[in-house]
């Protein structure tokens, strides 16, 4: 079983830059592809990044150009780079699998998160 934290979220302006930070309790970057969702109040989970594991990583259209994923394999960590942020970013992020996680949301346990909230 592997544990995932999610940190680095906070309050921003528009425009400002965030960075998060996903902690897991060993490597599985390369046995498991990963994403990072988010999930704003009233609105399903949604898939924003997923991160192969083969390190090549696709963007939803709506962060596209402003959101950069990376991951450090030494560290069992991955990061968000949100840049430009918009209020319409405004939600709780998560890091998880991809698979079965992108496909059912009720398949995987989901940790705390860590609350983004864009607003002047």
């Known amino acids: 079983q592997v544990q995932l934290v999610e940190s680095g979220g906070g309050l921003v302006q528009p425009g400002g830059s965030l960075r998060l930070s996903c902690a897991t309790s060993?490597?599985?970057?390369?046995?498991?592809?990963m994403g990072w969702y988010r999930q704003a109040p009233g609105k399903k989970r949604e898939l924003v990044v997923r991160i192969h594991t083969d390190g090549k990583i696709d963007y939803d259209d709506s962060v596209k150009g402003r959101f950069t994923a990376s991951r450090d394999n030494a560290k069992n960590t991955m990061y968000l780079q949100m840049n430009s942020l918009k209020p319409e970013d405004t939600a709780v992020y998560f890091c998880?699998?991809?698979?079965?996680?992108?496909?059912?949301?009720?398949?995987?346990?989901w940790g705390q998160g860590t609350q983004v909230t864009v607003s002047s």
């Open positions: 998880s699998q991809d698979y079965p996680c992108a496909l059912d949301d009720k398949a995987c346990s």
């Open positions: 060993r490597n599985i970057f390369e046995i498991y592809a």
